[in-house]
């Protein structure tokens, strides 16, 4: 009798224990709506009553057994006990496996995997974004950007005129034999594109240098190189060739010519020059040329630039930033500051590609260069806005994207989202929009796709680079066909590689969304009466939860 209650006790307490609804949390990984997991948890509570039932029926036919069965029964009873005695075990290391399980999914509940919680954290902020209406984009378009714009044009006038005194200056102290050769200044980036509106405002020149004959740099971009880690691969090394190396090119490395022909491009009185005489900028015992040495040289060589011609302007020229070759600030008498950058740089062949040094900051070698494609990107835009409508919307897109952007910024620091990303989404969007939809009445809407785009880009954690590996580039951009046909940089790498960084240029680009109205109102001045109160939002939400 006693056995029997027992095992009765058993099954019941078994049942308790996995019942779905008292321990919901035994199963809360699963979702509760799903009808084939609720369907096999009751198929479970029922193949446990079963059980039960069973296991009554083999108690009431123990009871009802005749009682003069005594040899049999001294033999039952042994049965029991060990059949008790294993039971009990059972149970005891049943229920302890039971209670750690309990609290192993407790602890566990609290402590999402990466994908979770990345789309608990999506899920929290895509919702309720709103933008400037048509009229208030407008009005801040016309009060303030224009505005700016108007000064940057007096602003690269200036620059460009006293960058090229400072090279002109630069040249005369170079010795042609033993320094390196410093080219014409090349403008690129949003000043020079038109849609630079964050101040202050700052120019970016690039200045072409060479060795002296008969050195030469030979590039190595790892672009098209598959063996390098994607996360490189927009970075190169530039090779410093002597004179004795014989894959410069040139004919007169191949053919030996006569006594009376000389090269037009190589003399050969400048083989005589010995190393020692020559500072080639070299990293420590390599060939490799070294961006720390590219800036102490042409820091150096600025400043010796300088001291030759001051005594020209009525103003102060000093370093905006040692870390950088080229920060320069000019101050006037006034007050009136205008920054600027010039950035030596080596061209890549005889295309408009350049090696730039100390960009970005993070590289961590300093034989590593970056593969600038700004010239490129500029002839693009200026091309393609021919065919563009009047007054055409592209660069206030642009413009209004960078202002909110560094505005979100100042207030919650930088992130992995920055203006270059901005400017690859827009190239893209026009690409795959046709010219009439670039009117200036369609502000708003382009607006809203760009930001569209960007997020899905940023839930994707994959942004390709416009350049390279992009088969939709026009042919008059006239990109070396190598890049045009490589497998496509993803500029966003650093997402997959960086959580962290992840989730908080996800938490800037929702907060930026969110703040773009108030943020507008605030540039905006003497606004129309209701405008400020009448916000267009999204009539669809800005992004889906990911599957």
């Known amino acids: 009798?006693?056995?029997?209650?027992?095992?009765?006790?058993?099954?019941?307490?078994?049942?308790?224990?996995?019942?779905?609804?008292?321990?919901?949390?035994?199963?809360?990984?699963?979702?509760?709506?799903?009808?084939l997991i609720i369907q096999k948890?009751?198929?479970?509570?029922?193949?446990?009553?079963?059980?039960?039932?069973?296991?009554?029926q083999l108690l009431s036919r123990q009871e009802a057994a005749p009682e003069n069965e005594v040899n049999t029964e001294d033999k039952e009873v042994e049965d029991g006990s060990q059949w008790d005695l294993w039971s009990t075990v059972s149970m005891v290391i049943f229920l302890v496996i039971e209670v750690w399980r309990q609290d192993f999914k407790d602890n566990n509940s609290h402590e999402p995997s990466k994908e979770e919680d990345d789309q608990l954290f999506i899920g929290n902020c895509c919702h309720g974004v709103s933008l400037p209406n048509k009229t208030m984009l407008a009005i801040f378009h016309d009060q303030y950007i224009r505005v700016t714009t108007h000064d940057a044009a007096r602003t690269k006038e200036f620059v460009e005129g006293f960058a090229d005194d400072l090279l002109e200056a630069l040249r005369s102290l170079c010795n042609r034999?033993?320094?390196?050769?410093?080219?014409?200044?090349?403008?690129?980036?949003?000043?020079?594109?038109?849609?630079?509106v964050n101040k202050p405002l700052i120019c970016d020149l690039l200045v072409p240098f060479a060795p002296p004959e008969p050195y030469h740099f030979k590039c190595q971009p790892w672009v098209t190189d598959t063996s390098i880690d994607p996360d490189k691969q927009s970075y190169g090394t530039i090779l410093v060739c002597g004179p004795d190396d014989k894959s410069s090119g040139c004919v007169c490395d191949k053919k030996k010519l006569g006594e009376d022909m000389l090269c037009l491009l190589h003399n050969p009185n400048n083989k005589k020059i010995e190393n020692k005489d020559v500072n080639l900028l070299c990293s420590k015992n390599t060939n490799y040329l070294d961006t720390d040495q590219v800036m102490k040289w042409f820091q150096t060589a600025v400043t010796k630039a300088w001291s030759r011609i001051s005594h020209k302007y009525e103003f102060e020229l000093t370093f905006n930033n040692l870390d950088t070759p080229g920060a320069l600030r000019v101050k006037f008498k006034s007050g009136k500051v205008i920054s600027f950058n010039?950035?030596?740089?080596?061209?890549?062949?005889?295309?408009?590609?350049?090696?730039?040094?100390?960009?970005?900051?993070?590289?961590?070698?300093?034989?590593?260069?970056?593969?600038s494609f700004a010239v490129y990107e500029r002839r693009f835009l200026k091309d393609f806005a021919k065919n563009l409508p009047d007054n055409s919307c592209h660069l206030g897109c642009l413009q209004i994207m960078t202002f909110l952007h560094s505005k979100q910024c100042h207030l919650t620091g930088p992130t992995g989202l920055t203006t270059y990303h901005l400017k690859t989404v827009l190239l893209h969007l026009l690409l795959n929009c046709p010219y009439s939809d670039w009117g200036n009445v369609m502000l708003e809407d382009r607006l809203r796709?760009?930001?569209?785009?960007?997020?899905k880009c940023l839930l994707e954690k994959k942004l390709h680079h416009f350049m390279v590996g992009n088969p939709k580039l026009p042919e008059s951009v006239k990109l070396p066909e190598h890049f045009r046909v490589a497998e496509p940089l993803n500029?966003?790498?650093?997402?997959?590689?960086?959580?962290?960084?992840?989730?908080?240029?996800?938490s800037m680009f929702y907060e930026m969304l969110k703040n773009a109205t108030v943020v507008?109102?605030?540039?905006?001045?003497?606004?129309?009466?209701?405008?400020?109160?009448?916000?267009?939002?999204?009539?669809?939400?800005?992004?889906?939860?990911?599957?």
């Open 1 to 35: 009798m006693q056995a029997g209650i027992f095992k009765v006790c058993l099954v019941v307490v078994t049942t308790i224990v996995n019942h779905p609804l008292l321990f919901p949390n035994d199963d809360a990984a699963f979702p509760t709506t799903d009808d």
């Open 41 to 56: 948890l009751r198929e479970r509570e029922e193949n446990l009553k079963i059980q039960q039932l069973e296991l009554e």
């Open 177 to 196: 034999d033993a320094d390196m050769e410093v080219e014409d200044s090349i403008c690129i980036g949003s000043m020079y594109e038109n849609w630079r």
């Open 342 to 371: 010039i950035t030596p740089v080596v061209q890549y062949e005889d295309s408009d590609l350049y090696f730039i040094s100390h960009f970005p900051p993070e590289v961590s070698s300093s034989v590593h260069w970056t593969l």
């Open 449 to 455: 796709d760009v930001f569209k785009n960007l997020e």
């Open 491 to 506: 500029l966003f790498r650093s997402f997959v590689l960086n959580r962290e960084l992840y989730q908080k240029t996800l």
């Open 520 to 547: 507008i109102n605030e540039y905006s001045l003497h606004l129309p009466v209701g405008t400020i109160n009448k916000n267009s939002t999204l009539s669809t939400p800005l992004c889906s939860q990911p599957a």
